[in-house]
């Protein structure tokens, strides 16, 4: 399954679910167009042709450590601790980690 599918298969899982935008819905503009956000902010993404998920820097740092992702870096060559871009096609692993990623920025956005 290529990344667009695997994307494709987590918009499908998070549809319906509370605080969640999906890409192409209303007001889903510019920058994270093509996102899944919550409460505004992103937690998963197509960057580049890479599925990109928001999660804990020390998460990250285990995934990329394991060979399960690599370090996202910004456009600028800047490396972004607390994103990881996925590099295996397991559909089960991409939904797990998904929803870490979706309790991660849900987590952050609930702070006062």
Do not use: Q
């Not at 499908?12 to 093509?34: C, I, N």
């Amino acid at each position: 399954m290529d990344t667009g599918d695997r994307f494709a298969a987590l918009v499908g899982a998070f549809a319906g679910e509370p605080g969640v935008t999906l890409p192409g819905e209303p007001g889903h503009r510019g920058f994270g167009a093509d996102a899944l956000k919550v409460d505004g902010s992103i937690f998963a993404m197509l960057v580049r042709g890479g599925l990109v998920l928001k999660l804990p820097a020390g998460r990250v740092a285990a995934l990329v450590g394991s060979g399960a992702a690599t370090p996202f870096s910004n456009g600028a060559g800047r490396v972004m601790r607390e994103w990881a871009v996925l590099t295996g096609g397991d559909d089960g692993a991409d939904l797990t980690l998904a929803r870490e990623a979706l309790e991660h920025v849900r987590s952050r956005s609930a702070r006062p």
